[in-house]
């Protein structure tokens, strides 16, 4: 999730996080959210690797244009940001050749902040990316464990959210 560069920016996108979140559990999908580390959150699925590039871009383009619908001036799927209005919830990063920040990693910005893994209870307005430092992430693993952990073992079948979001 990309926000708008305005005010209360970050705001909007804990927002709009909890509508994919929600949107996602009514198709019977579990998905997991970190900050970027930067201005953004990811959202991440696990599904079972039987699934194709085509079905499973499918899948977001779907899913994020449906939101896009239902939340007109907070959802977008615009990618160019003169014509955005809202959060910019990127079906494209599936695409071939897409990097995301990896869980844990530290990104070039004031205070290095690290890309954390939150459970969807700690995602609320007061939080900011930078909330998170190195020291905070390792605090945080020592305390919880690796909340990302299940992302990686994770085997949900996409196919019926997918029939159920063409349908």
């Keep these: 999730l990309d926000p708008p560069d305005e005010d209360g920016a970050f705001s909007l996108c804990v927002r709009v996080a909890h509508y ?8 019977g999908l579990e998905a997991f959210v970190k900050t970027s580390g930067a201005d953004g959150i990811h959202i991440l699925v696990p599904i079972a690797r039987r699934s194709t590039f085509e079905e499973t871009y499918e899948f977001a383009e779907l899913l994020s244009r449906r939101l896009e619908e239902q939340h007109p001036g907070e ?3 615009e990618w160019l940001k003169k014509k955005r ?3 910019l919830v990127d079906h494209r990063q599936n695409g071939h050749g897409k990097t995301i920040a990896s869980v844990y990693s530290v990104r070039p910005k004031p205070g290095a902040p690290v ?4 459970h ?3 995602l609320t307005e007061d939080v900011r990316p930078r909330d998170f430092s ?3 992430a390792l605090d945080r693993v020592a305390k919880d464990g690796d909340l ?3 992302v990686l073992h994770g085997k949900q079948a996409r196919g ?3 029939k159920a979001l063409r349908s």
């Design 160 to 162: 019926p959210a997918r």
């Design 20 to 27: 994919v979140h929600r949107a996602l559990e009514e198709l």
């Design 85 to 87: 209005s809202g959060v």
């Design 134 to 136: 190195m020291q905070v």
């Design 148 to 150: 990302f952990e299940p």
């Design 120 to 122: 969807w209870d700690e």
């Design 75 to 77: 959802v977008t799927t």
């Design 115 to 118: 890309s954390t893994p939150l």
